[in-house]
């Protein structure tokens, strides 16, 4: 494979090799074509962009990028870099809600443009959320651009590229700066684990804001110098099936989603809405972004047989913005690992076989480090190697890993400067938050999280954000006191539960059952997530440190053994 | 399906939804309230689009945020469909 200086050269040399060939495709609600770019036109429509953006920024300035479903986005996201102008995609607020991430992200990186669609530009209220002061607005369409002389020096390869703000609560966003050399790093490490050829079509739904959509598929694809077919996210939410549609219409070989997809396609499945729908050119179907469940990769291989799918085309994987995206992968056509394990030694962090088979859990193999990458598993306090089949946290060296947040000194290095003890060479890990083991032939096995954090459907929550809403709505619940958490279900879904101490002074004031209604409603409407358990709980019995810290994996463990002081209606 | 049937099927399907049981939801409590969140929203209206032969939008469900007003809703949009 060539090797590139920056995506810069990349998108010239796709331009150049293949200039009628279709880089993107977007499909409207219903599957049609509503909007194609060829590599050319691509190319000339960012550069006829940069020379814009030229007069307004300078190089090294930030841009946030505020785009519906569509292709304008890839126009603005290229354009940024040929400009050296970073970007730094947002996720679209949504209309009624109050309170998101997008104000502390303007702050932290103090943006001097704002992009957006000329439809979107008229949208009043994103004004009025994105207000700062000297933030001048640009709004990107697809009209042909033709043939710009660049003005701007090639980027470096140490150069940010973009800045993804998928880590941090809502009051700290963490953006990882990613370098030109980080991509290429991990465009390069994805292509080998998957295989791709520039015969690779992708047909894509997840937003483009979130790194699985912007660089596992739309900058892979053009990584390889194949097609990719994009959707809208809520298209997709809809009418799942018309991504399965669109897969066998293109004779696509890769589709990607977290797990939850894989189950909506299932749960919505009708034979005679799919006749004549081939799967059988898919040959990866990605799973990351949240935990994969076995039963979920199964009922989606047995359901979806009779179309031609190919169960070893089913891909597990793990990976993070941190580092740049994929961290782990199998290899094409190589189908997936399992390890049946005791559910209670689990609990305990070990892996040890199951007592029976009510004990046993199943867990899917996210694959192995890819290339030039290290992965250990490490005892976070002490941070001690640890070896084959013990768990610990997930930690990984590797040029994909990127070397800063966006003035976040302290998050730097607490995330991205680990140190592994006894061992004197140059390396610095990614401290991923996450725990795991390797097994004998190194295949990574997710088994929880040490970090605060709650995965539904692959959007990542915080648990201090949560636990602010709940507070805010009602001054019975007190500031401080109360801890969100994510307990598997039954079907090992992962679910929201909420803790919530009461004060004293208020107890026979409220109704419970009206202020746990209070509380879900809260939480729904602030963050679209659904509390599964709400716990009210006696005033000073969540546990904390000394030093008052919420202890919330403590709080889950005292919740799964029911020992919480819980309030009960009709106690004093 | 008359009024009542329809109130039944969307009880169910919510209950589903929100792994709660049947009794514990209030055909006046908005959907909110009972924690629906977006995707569950989009799961319910699939379920309903299905069996009541109807295209729906999420905006139905913000518009008439309770099973009594949604099925109020429902019941006259089958009604002034024209006949197949």
Not at chain 1, 268 to 292: C, F, H, T
Not at chain 1, 532 to 541: D, E, F, M
Request: overall charge negative; proline content about 5%; charged content about 25%.
């Amino acid at each position: 494979m060539e090797t590139f200086r920056s995506l810069v050269t990349l998108l010239a040399r796709r331009a150049e090799s293949d200039p009628g060939g279709r880089a993107y495709v977007f499909l409207s609600d219903r599957g049609e074509e509503e909007a194609a770019l060829t590599f050319r036109e691509l190319h000339d429509a960012a550069h006829a962009l940069a020379a814009r953006l030229g007069e307004m920024a300078r190089p090294g300035d930030r841009a946030i990028l505020v785009f519906p479903p569509g292709l304008e986005f890839l126009i603005a996201f290229f354009g940024c870099l040929i400009a050296r102008v970073i970007a730094v995609p947002m996720m679209m607020p949504r209309r009624n809600s109050a309170r998101d991430s997008s104000a502390a992200i303007l702050a932290n990186c103090e943006p001097a443009l704002a992009l957006t669609s000329s439809a979107f530009a008229l949208r009043g209220d994103l004004h009025a959320r994105f207000q700062r002061a000297q933030l001048q607005w640009l709004s990107v369409d697809l009209a042909p651009a033709g043939p710009v002389a660049s003005a701007f020096a090639e980027p470096e390869p140490h150069d940010i590229a973009f800045l993804q703000y998928t880590s941090g609560s809502t009051s700290d966003p963490k953006g990882v700066a990613v370098s030109h050399a980080n991509l290429l790093e991990n465009l390069e490490m994805i292509r080998v684990a998957l295989g791709n050829t520039k015969r690779s079509t992708y047909v894509n739904w997840v937003p483009l804001y979130h790194d699985m959509g912007l660089i596992l598929n739309a900058l892979e694809a053009l990584y390889v110098g194949a097609t990719c077919v994009l959707m809208a996210p809520n298209a997709f939410m809809q009418r799942p099936l018309n991504w399965l549609r669109a897969i066998s219409h293109y004779k696509a070989e890769v589709g990607c989603s977290p797990n939850f997809g894989y189950d909506l396609c299932v749960s919505r499945y009708r034979p005679e809405q799919m006749q004549g729908v081939d799967l059988s050119s898919w040959k990866i179907a990605l799973n990351g972004a949240e935990p994969v469940r076995a039963e979920s990769m199964q009922k989606f291989a047995a359901t979806f047989a009779g179309h031609g799918f190919e169960p070893r085309a089913g891909f597990p994987a793990y990976g993070m913005a941190e580092a740049t995206l994929l961290i782990a992968g199998g290899n094409r056509g190589a189908g997936h690992v399992t390890h049946t394990v005791s559910r209670s030694a689990l609990g305990d962090h070990r892996v040890a076989a199951p007592a029976d088979t009510a004990d046993a859990q199943v867990l899917v193999g996210c694959g192995r480090a890819l290339i030039n990458e290290t992965i250990a598993i490490v005892e976070p306090e002490t941070a001690k190697r640890l070896p084959a089949d013990q768990v610990g946290e997930i930690w990984v060296s590797g040029p994909n890993v990127a070397r800063a947040y966006w003035r976040n000194d302290e998050a730097t290095r607490a995330a991205l400067q680990g140190k592994i003890a006894g061992e004197a060479e140059q390396a610095t890990w990614l401290r991923t938050g996450d725990l795991g083991f390797l097994d004998e032939a190194s295949e990574l096995f997710i088994t929880g999280r040490i970090k605060d954090l709650i995965i539904v459907r692959g959007i990542n929550h915080y648990p201090q954000d949560i636990e602010r809403t709940v507070q805010s709505l009602d001054p019975a619940l007190r500031q401080n006191c109360g801890a969100a958490f994510a307990a598997a279900d039954e079907q090992g879904e992962e679910t929201l539960v909420v803790v919530q101490e009461v004060e004293r002074t208020a107890r026979n004031r409220i109704d419970l059952a009206e202020t746990i209604a209070l509380i879900r409603e809260g939480v729904t409407d602030q963050h679209e997530l659904s509390a599964r358990h709400i716990v009210l709980i006696r005033p000073g019995s969540l546990p904390k440190t000394t030093s008052g810290k919420i202890q919330r994996s403590l709080a889950r463990k005292l919740w799964l053994e029911r020992r919480l002081d819980e309030l009960t209606p009709g106690a004093d | 399906m008359t009024r009542e049937q329809i109130s039944e099927f969307c009880v169910a399907s919510l209950a589903n939804v929100l792994r709660m049981p049947k009794e514990r939801i209030e055909t006046g409590t908005k959907f909110n309230r009972l924690g629906l969140d977006s995707a569950m929203v989009v799961y319910v209206m699939m379920e309903l689009e299905e069996k009541l032969g109807l295209e729906l939008s999420t905006d139905d469900f913000y518009d008439y945020p309770t099973v009594d007003a949604l099925s109020n809703h429902l019941c006259e949009k089958r009604a002034a469909r024209p006949a197949a």
